[in-house]
């Protein structure tokens, strides 16, 4: 590997501090490849400056063995006793004598100090100096130390280690070096350092490093599968991106260069010359001057002496500028009227630094001219390479004569007149110009010293030179500070003229950043925006559609991201049958294939940009299989952008083509409807959850549009003063695009609209208005007609379809439910006995309709009389279904429904208490089971205040159904609530039904009881259970084996059967499974032995299961009556086990805990 040759590079730093007119002339020494010592001529020390012997003085010799250091110090120091020498030169000193752990100190309190040197700065960084190559001379490779060659340490030999470990792009990467570095122990450490033979181990970085370059080399050479397995083996590496090594440096060639290469010195492609250049004294600040150190008792005076000196010479200076500009502000508007009288003849476009004379002996010149390098740049920069002119002109003012232009456009630029300098009555031939030019120090053969040394003189060339160095900047730059470099690179694809290198410049910006997060993406996605509007839609669609393509099976998630929402964010820029064609396939094949959640919710996004600005009508059954397709997504982030963005912007386009009416709701209907007809052995709930939704939110661009086609709409004026719209007038909308006052213009149009449309729906009617009576004859009766389709048992059927009614009626206003929709219904729900009359085919109050109605329509508004309204209609529901004695189930779904929202208990109470009290038994019946239902959901104090004492009163009736009635809505209250006062109440209810001897014969009320006890006893409290369930349970099974009627005697048998299996589950106390719940089930296997042979199988086994448990227990408690310890554990020892185990919060590591030995 070749090392750099740090005495070829200049400190621009300690340039400034050299005293004007000194010079540092350097011999090159070819054996060493290094400049010579420094002749006698150092610099003035600063005053806290120590003696140059204590920096350059040393115990150890050269290799050369002649101590040159020491030797050079002593020179400088017979010189004069004022004198110093640079850091610079000292830095070059010491690396030439391999001095390295000196330099390397002398580096440390530099960069300490805050005056980094680039000399040392460069030759730490490079590991090239490091390295120990076979046919090298020592000095270059090892440090000849007392004890021999010092070679390479394994730890930290040079400065670059650590940086590019803790400075990379990709900062988990830190952790890993630092692993890697620990596990090598100190005793090894000592081993690299001291035994020559032992290699170090290879580094995380340098690992990935050369998997790339083997990889890079397999592919290159035709070995494909070997390059897929090292891939497969090394899948931690992304090998088709050099930046994921993670070292902040430039791809280094490939592997067989670098073989070639090995051990041989690359021969430079030029000869060097180390070279100083002289600095006139005037063109130095005041305070870089290096003052003299004290010696003088007036020293003080002295100082100020000289800068009173220098600032008079400062002064003068800027005087003769002055004159010279005032001359040269003379001479140009000369020159302008000349060239206004001369406009025939152009000046050329290229601007030369040289005069005429130079430029005519250039042929003969250029030969012995080593910086003269063909121009490859058309002429359009200023190139100081090309300068003929000596800069030590004695005559400081006359060189300054250069004009500075403000900067203009290109055509001004081209048009200005070559810059002309003041040449010098001298008689040198230009050959010795260019040879004595070429003693400036100036790097033009490198590609950087090529585009330093040209100056840009127009847009188009400041361009050119962009796009040629943003490539090589761009991969040196923190990943985390990429998108700094956004903005060059879009200026400079807009404005470059090379096709080829913008299309390169635009790959740079969609790979900028390997995984760009949100901020970082919304800024490349803003500077695309402005490349669009800049450039116009063909340049769009022929150089940042191909980047989008490209990357759009990107394996990365987020780079797929960028490209969704570029689709979007360009679609207004790009030609209209791209937009409608490729973009749109681009987006559905992401939509259908993607599967990462964000990237699909994005897509929907920018489809539903797209909907904003497509135009072509043929494109609309794409766009409603597009609508469909999301809407089963089964990412909720996904739905909701479809909802929120794409049903929004396709409306809007449905509305401009008249097809929302005519074609979109209406296939959205068609589809429900199709979907009821095939759920009738299983609806697909999740189906008809999606095109309901779809279809509620199609209700705000439906309203918009009946507005916008109302006969009054050309009346609505924005004059006068319009009353602002209430807050609950419309539902809140999921997003801005569903808001009526979006879709309409703004919120005072649709206040006046608002406005018109009430006075219109109540005093002028709907004459005319076909989109509103298309609303009234057609959708609502299609609507209602399905929902007296669906299963009323759907509990979310039911939900889905009561808050579609609701928006539906709360976005159309109240005037029209009350004169549009509540008619209907009303028509259809007539409240008779002969509308419940299965039998004839009236069974609609037994329908989903009754329910929706109620939640839906009714509960839209919630004033006293809606509210009446409300509660009349339940109670006639609950009226009617009773005498009828028709299924209740549309009344039970109507309660749960309404008895999720607490602001409608209090109503539900008051249409249960109309039941309570009615003359007819059926209806207080029903009304006791309709208690059953809302217990759950009311709080504890109405439950005390309302619900206990009504089912108490019914519990008193002189009919034994309705007393039977009340049991399950008994079993509720003790099941949910805990005040005990409130328990004890029921208890005693509950105990009455079962002691009383009037109901001893009752078969209806023993299993209502048994049936109540197998549903709320295992979740009831424990003592509840142990001490009045299971006892009674007991009673009735061992009453049952007295049964004289085999139908009564085998259904308590099979509720016996439900309720025992039910409460098996339950921790039961010794004492009660051995008095009441075993003798219960012999009782209940004694019955089914003779009735059910099957089931008295399992309960044999159930029996004999509790009777192992009862044995195992009495064993536990006879070996525990032998220990002490085991005396404090009583008969409850299971139920302090699972108390303790419902206390653990996990079932992992707690849970082991819990049966380690205490110590």
């Known amino acids: 590997m070749a090392s750099v040759n740090p005495f070829n590079l200049s400190d621009s730093e300690e340039e400034a501090e050299r005293r004007p007119n000194e010079t540092i002339h350097t011999e090159r020494n070819p054996s060493e490849g290094a400049p010579g010592p420094p002749p006698g001529n150092p610099f003035s020390p600063p005053a806290d400056a120590e003696p140059p012997t204590l920096l350059l003085s040393s115990n150890r010799t050269s290799p050369s063995g002649e101590g040159s250091v020491s030797v050079a110090a002593t020179s400088a120091m017979a010189g004069t006793a004022e004198t110093r020498i640079s850091v610079d030169g000292i830095a070059a000193q010491l690396l030439r004598d391999q001095y390295i752990l000196t330099a390397l100190e002398f580096h440390t309190e530099l960069l300490e100090a805050g005056r980094e040197l680039p000399r040392l700065r460069d030759y730490f960084s490079n590991p090239g100096n490091f390295e120990r190559q076979s046919g090298t001379p020592p000095a270059r490779d090892q440090v000849l130390g007392p004890g021999g060659p010092l070679h390479r340490a394994g730890s930290i030999s040079t400065l670059d280690s650590l940086d590019f470990a803790r400075y990379s792009d990709d900062g988990n990467r830190e952790s890993d070096e630092r692993v890697a570095e620990s596990e090598v122990t100190s005793q090894e450490r000592k081993n690299f350092k001291s035994s020559p033979e032992i290699q170090e181990p290879i580094r995380p970085l340098e690992k990935r490093a050369l998997n790339f370059l083997v990889n890079e080399y397999l592919l290159k050479h035709d070995h494909k599968l070997s390059s897929i397995t090292f891939s497969d083996e090394n899948d931690d590496q992304d090998f088709e991106l050099w930046d994921d090594v993670g070292l902040n440096i430039p791809k280094p060639p490939d592997l067989l260069h670098l073989y070639r290469n090995c051990g041989v010195s690359v021969p430079s492609p030029r000869d060097t010359v180390d070279v100083s250049v002289g600095v006139d004294f005037g063109d130095l600040p005041g305070n870089c001057i290096a003052q003299d150190p004290p010696k003088k008792p007036d020293l003080l005076h002295q100082q100020q002496t000289e800068v009173v000196q220098e600032l008079e010479y400062q002064i003068s200076l800027l005087t003769n500028e002055k004159q010279s500009l005032a001359e040269q502000i003379k001479k140009l508007q000369s020159e302008i009227q000349t060239l206004k009288r001369t406009v025939s003849s152009p000046p050329p476009a290229t601007l030369d630094l040289g005069s005429h004379n130079i430029s005519n002996s250039t042929t003969t010149t250029s030969s012995i001219d080593p910086l003269a390098v063909p121009p490859t740049d058309n002429g359009q920069y200023l190139d100081i390479r090309r300068v003929s002119e000596p800069e030590t002109n004695p005559d400081p003012p006359s060189s300054q004569n250069i004009s500075h232009p403000h900067p203009q456009s290109h055509n001004k630029l081209k048009s200005r007149p070559p810059v002309q300098f003041d040449q010098p009555n001298r008689k040198l031939s230009p050959a010795f110009q260019q040879a004595l030019l070429s003693f400036c120090r100036m790097c033009s053969d490198s590609r950087l ?76 996605l803003t500077g695309c925006v402005a490349f669009a509007r800049h450039v116009g839609p063909t340049r769009v669609e022929a150089e940042l559609l191909p980047q989008c393509w490209e990357q759009i099976n990107h394996k990365y998630p987020e780079r797929r991201l960028l490209v969704a929402e570029s689709c979007g964010a360009l679609a207004p820029y790009l030609p209209k049958e791209i937009r409608s064609s490729l973009v749109l396939s681009m987006l559905q094949q992401m939509l259908a294939e993607d599967k990462a959640d964000m990237v699909r919710e994005a897509v929907v996004k920018s489809l539903g940009i797209i909907m904003g600005y497509i135009d072509d009508p043929d494109k609309y059954s794409q766009g409603f299989e597009l609508m469909l397709l999301s809407l089963g997504d089964p990412s909720e982030r996904v739905v909701s952008a479809v909802h929120q963005v794409f049903i929004p912007a396709f409306a809007a386009w449905t509305t401009e083509l008249g097809t929302l009416q005519t074609a979109l709701i209406p296939s959205l209907l068609a589809r429900i409807e199709k979907l009821l007809m095939q759920g009738e052995h299983g609806l697909d709930e999740h189906k008809l959850h999606v095109f309901l939704s779809a279809l509620q939110s199609l209700t705000p661009p439906l309203f918009a549009v009946v507005l916008q086609s109302a006969p009054f709409t050309s009346r609505a004026k924005l004059t006068g003063d319009i009353p602002a719209i209430e807050v609950t007038r419309f539902p809140r909308p999921a997003s801005p695009l569903q808001d009526v006052a979006t879709i309409i213009g703004s919120r005072e149009m649709l206040s006046a609209l608002l406005l018109l449309y009430d006075y219109q729906l109540e005093h002028e009617g709907t004459t005319g208005w076909d989109s509103l009576l298309w609303v009234v004859n057609q959708l609502l009766p299609q609507l209602i007609e399905i929902v007296g389709r669906i299963n009323v048992t759907s509990s979310t059927c039911v939900h889905e379809f009561s808050r579609f009614f609701w928006r539906l009626c709360r976005t159309f206003g109240k005037i029209f439910t009350n004169t549009k929709v509540k008619p ?166 509950l105990a009455s039904f079962l002691e009383d001897p009037q109901y001893h014969d009752q078969h209806s009320l023993h299993m209502e009881i048994i049936r109540t006890f197998g549903r709320v006893g295992p979740n009831a409290e424990p003592r509840f259970r142990d001490e009045f369930v299971l006892p009674h349970l007991h009673k009735l099974a061992l009453a049952n084996n007295s049964q004289t009627v085999e139908s009564k005697r085998i259904d308590i048998a099979t509720q016996l059967f439900e309720a025992y299996s039910a409460l098996s589950c339950c921790f039961i106390s010794e004492e009660v499974m051995v008095n009441h719940f075993l003798p219960g089930l012999r009782c209940l296997r004694a019955d089914m032995e003779q009735l059910s042979p099957e089931h008295e199988v399992i309960l044999s086994s159930m029996i004999k299961e509790c009777e192992i448990k009862v044995e195992n227990r009495g064993m536990a408690d006879a070996q525990g009556s032998m220990s002490i310890a085991s005396s404090l554990v009583g008969e409850d020892a299971k139920t302090k086990f699972l108390s303790k185990m419902g206390q653990l919060t996990t079932s992992g590591a707690m849970l082991a805990n819990v049966f380690q030995r205490k110590k």
């Open 449 to 524: 010293g090529a585009e330093v040394s040209r100056i840009a003189d127009s847009e188009e060339s400041v361009m050119l030179m962009l796009g040629r160095c943003l490539p090589h900047i761009v991969p040196n730059v923190l990943l985390a500070k990429r998108e700094e470099l956004i903005p060059l690179i879009l200026c400079t694809a807009c404005l470059h003229p090379e096709p080829k290198e913008r299309d390169q410049l635009l790959h740079i910006l969609f790979n900028l950043i390997k995984r760009p997060d949100d901020e970082q993406r919304q800024m490349i």
């Open 824 to 989: 209907q219904f009303q028509e259809i729900l007539r409240l008779s006995e002969e509308n419940v009359d299965v039998s004839a085919g009236n069974d609609i109050l037994t329908k989903a309709t009754v329910p929706i109605y109620a939640t839906g329509v009714l509960t839209c508004y919630n004033q006293d009389e809606d509210r009446k309204l409300l509660v009349g209609f339940l109670e006639d529901v609950m009226t009617t279904l009773s005498l009828s004695h028709a299924p209740l189930d549309s009344l039970k779904a109507s309660f749960v429904e309404l008895g999720a929202n607490p602001v409608y208990h209090e109503l539900l109470l008051t249409v249960l208490w109309y039941g309570v009290v009615h003359t007819s038994a059926l209806v207080r019946c029903t009304a006791a089971r309709m208690f059953e239902l809302l217990v759950k959901g009311v709080n504890e104090t109405l439950v005390a205040q309302r619900v206990v004492p009504a089912l108490i009163t019914l519990s008193s009736d002189p009919e034994i159904s309705v007393r039977i009635s009340t049991i399950p809505a008994f079993g509720t209250i003790m099941e949910t609530v805990t005040q005990k006062e409130l328990l004890e109440r029921v208890k005693m209810q």
